[in-house]
Each structure stands twice: as structure tokens, then as C-alpha cells.
T-cell receptor, first 113, second 111 residues
Framework: NAGVTQTPKFQVLKTGQSMTLQCAQD?????MSWYRQDPGMGLRLIHY???????DQGEVPNGYNVSRSTTEDFPLRLLSAAPSQTSVYFC????????????FGDGTRLSIL | RKEVEQDPGPFNVPEGATVAFNCTYSNSASQSFFWYRQDCRKEPKLLMSVYSSGNEDGRFTAQLNRASQYISLLIRDSKLSDSATYLCVVNIGGSQGNLIFGKGTKLSVKP
């Protein structure tokens, strides 16, 4: 049982480049989300999805796009990378009810030069 | 925005010590509460949910005080392996999109 799988684990981009961070879960969870974690700050929600075909913005959505075409996959796209997007990105999934815990992937460390 | 506040620490304690972390939240409508553990350069992992009546899991005890809007985590008989950052997490609304993470409290257990 792989849980939540994120790829790549590390990435270096140049300013202005675009890329997609992949996230897949095999637990049939309805809810998936993307967070970023910066030094001295708590995890901040970028986008989330409550099911296939449904996405919504979190606290810090600017510069990112998401889609949810299947229950399993929830990719995060950086449209035009900026140095301010240097961060550690975590994907998470859960069963959807508010009292259910989040299961996190092991993160993508992204550096924008 | 300071919806969930934690003492950042670090808390440096000897093995065997008892250590307590507190977390305050600002939204009185908050509905669910959790403690997560995050090891250095790793993903957060659920340590325990926090229930209104309080709950215990081995050496760990979590308490919720809705009137004062704080939750606590007590770790008894600290082990070296307890060294990590402990995240307080609160769901302030009716969906998973309303999870708010505290910045975490760093614990270092020394031999």
C-alpha cells in the first residue's frame, strides 16, 4: 500500500519555467490537497479537491493551477515559476469528513533560481 | 493571521522527562483538532486526534478546553525518538479546506 506518492522529490527550476508536481493516492480518498511549507511558517493550503472534477482555492492559490480528473491523481501546476515559490510542497489526502486525518506524501523540495 | 498559535520552542528536555505543549485557537466554531508530528525534512504524520473528553495513547495525552480555546499534548517518560516538531491542527469550518496548521513546537530530547 503506497499511500500518497509525490514526484519528483527534488526539482530546480529557472524563473519563468513551468512544471507539474505529481500526486497520486491509492486509498480511494475523496479529499486531496496541496500545501506549501516555508521556514518559520505553518503549512499553508494552496488548492484542494473534494472529489473528481471539483477543485477549490486555499489560502495561497496564486501562481498555481490544479485539476482532478480522477479520484487518484491531483497534479499541481506552476504556471511561471518565481523565486517566491521556492518551498517544500506536500500533497495530502483524507476520507473527506472533517474529523478525518490527513495522509501526507513525503514532499517535493522545489527551488526556483 | 494567528488562528492557531503554538510556542515555537525549542523545548530541550532530558530522557524520561514529562513535557507539555499548548496550542490556542481563535475560532470558537472550530470543529476538530489534531496533533501531528513532523521529523526533520519529513512529512507530517498524525500523532493523535483530540476529543472533547480528552484521550490517551500510551505515553501521550491530549486535552481539549473549548471554553478557553486551547488544546494540549502531554508526553510522559520522553524518549530520544520523541525529538521532532509537534504541529497543532484545527479544522475551523465545515470542510477539509478549513484545516489550519500551527507553526509547530520543536522538541529535543537529550540523553
Amino acid at each position: 500500500n503506497a499511500g500518497v506518492t509525490q514526484t519528483p522529490k527534488f526539482q530546480v527550476l529557472k524563473t519563468g519555467q513551468s512544471m507539474t508536481l505529481q500526486c497520486a493516492q491509492d486509498m480511494n480518498h475523496e479529499y486531496m490537497s496541496w500545501y506549501r511549507q516555508d521556514p518559520g511558517m505553518g503549512l499553508r493550503l494552496i488548492h484542494y479537491s473534494v472529489g473528481a472534477g471539483i477543485t477549490d482555492q486555499g489560502e495561497v492559490p496564486n501562481g498555481y493551477n490544479v485539476s482532478r480528473s480522477t479520484t487518484e491523481d491531483f497534479p499541481l501546476r506552476l504556471l511561471s515559476a518565481a523565486p517566491s515559490q521556492t518551498s517544500v510542497y506536500f500533497c495530502a489526502s483524507s476520507r473527506g469528513q472533517i474529523n478525518q486525518p490527513q495522509h501526507f506524501g513525503d514532499g517535493t523540495r522545489l527551488s526556483i533560481l | 493571521r494567528k488562528e492557531v498559535e503554538q510556542d515555537p520552542g525549542p523545548f530541550n528536555v532530558p530522557e524520561g522527562a514529562t513535557v507539555a505543549f499548548n496550542c490556542t485557537y481563535s475560532n470558537s466554531a472550530s470543529q476538530s483538532f489534531f496533533w501531528y508530528r513532523q521529523d526533520c525534512r519529513k512529512e507530517p504524520k498524525l500523532l493523535m486526534s483530540v476529543y472533547s473528553s480528552g484521550n490517551e495513547d500510551g505515553r501521550f495525552t491530549a486535552q481539549l478546553n473549548r471554553a478557553s480555546q486551547y488544546i494540549s499534548l502531554l508526553i510522559r517518560d520522553s524518549k530520544l525518538s520523541d525529538s521532532a516538531t509537534y504541529l497543532c491542527v484545527v479544522n475551523i469550518g465545515g470542510s477539509q479546506g478549513n484545516l489550519i496548521f500551527g507553526k509547530g513546537t520543536k522538541l529535543s530530547v537529550k540523553p
